[in-house]
């Protein structure tokens, strides 16, 4: 194919995405900063494992070391980067590939949080495009290998959501989405900034949790304190969301005045969700965890401070308080910071 394509990270869902778009055919390169993943990468292919059969292979891909991005120079510009860091490094991540792009490139944020703005400084508004990824749950086990641990959306679930920030359907995005639907169900939105904060207020629910607790999706799921805390989490991030004017998509099965109603006190509704959280545990793999739980127990950084923490920080701004987020930043900055241990007595009194 004509195009080229840049994943610039490539972890868990950098990995997963470009993995399957070599698979494909497409001129795809992988870019990472550890040096064993590119170097297994090259030697070995990259192996890629989910729930069924047809999900585990192995292709050859093209990955590159951060420091030979300049050999990007003689090949010809790219045309499609997807930023797939941590956001707290989308700045200088997307400084480097901004030398190599084509004059009408796109770059896209297939990243947690919300990086929009963070990219659109480096290399203007017209080039951003966002995409969200919901409920993928893939994990970098090892050096070129990739484990996801949920079911495939299909139908039941849209994976990937591609949106333009004026909220205008393009071409571009059609494409995206097109080449992204290869791999798991796919749409285009007009509501972006509608699903960035939906996606947020999914994210804050478990990730932090999980980084505290050093539990899994399913143990979370099983715990009653750990329920209610998501529970708090989400309906403090969807009132924000509310107030600061975002549509919201439905959050994890319920809508946003679902999450809000049981945050209040509303019985019934509380019980519909904890139902649905223990019973999505079925035909879900036992060793998923989230993204920021995979971090503590590999030793890394957290995104805490770009969800809950960027979650309890425009509520201030507007003058809703988000109790729950603030103390679960709290408790994840000290387990990061290695003063304790994660445990479920992290997130006990919050």
Request: aromatic share 6%.
């Amino acid at each position: 194919m004509s195009r080229r394509i840049a994943i610039v990270g490539a972890g868990a869902v950098g990995a997963y995405v470009g993995g399957y778009f070599a698979r494909a055919g497409e001129d795809v390169t992988l870019i990472d900063p550890w040096p064993e993943h590119v170097e297994a990468m090259n030697r070995d292919g990259l192996s890629l494992s989910g729930m069924t059969e047809g999900e585990c292979f192995t292709t050859r891909v093209k990955a590159m070391h951060l420091t030979d991005v300049q050999s990007l120079a003689r090949t010809g510009p790219v045309d499609i980067a997807f930023v797939c860091t941590k956001s707290y490094d989308t700045d200088w991540a997307t400084a480097m590939i901004r030398g190599y792009l084509a004059p009408d490139a796109t770059v896209v944020s297939l990243q947690n949080c919300i990086n929009e703005e963070t990219i659109a400084r480096v290399v203007g508004w017209g080039r951003v495009v966002g995409c969200i990824a919901a409920k993928i749950a893939v994990e970098l086990t090892g050096p070129a290998q990739v484990r996801r641990s949920v079911p495939l959306g299909g139908n039941r679930h849209t994976v990937f959501r591609v949106g333009e920030v004026h909220g205008r359907i393009t071409p571009r995005i059609e494409l995206i989405a097109a080449m992204l639907a290869d791999i798991d169900s796919a749409k285009t939105t007009s509501n972006l900034w509608g699903e960035r904060w939906s996606k947020l207020c999914a994210n804050a629910q478990a990730n932090g949790v999980s980084a505290a607790t050093g539990l899994g999706n399913n143990g979370m799921a099983r715990e009653p304190v750990t329920r209610w805390l998501s529970i708090r989490l989400a309906g403090e991030a969807a009132r924000i969301g509310r107030a600061l004017g975002y549509e919201l998509e439905t959050i994890n099965k319920f809508s946003a005045d679902d999450w809000i109603a049981a945050t209040d006190g509303d019985t019934a509704v509380r019980e519909r969700i904890e139902a649905e959280m223990v019973a999505a545990c079925e035909g879900r793999s036992e060793t998923g965890r989230p993204s920021m739980g995979q971090d503590i127990a590999k030793g890394r950084r957290t995104e805490i401070e770009f969800i809950n923490g960027y979650i309890a920080a425009r509520g201030a701004e507007i003058g809703i308080a988000a109790p729950a987020n603030v103390g679960l930043t709290a408790a994840v900055q000290a387990v990061e910071r290695g003063e304790v241990p994660p445990g479920l007595e992290r997130v006990a009194g919050i």
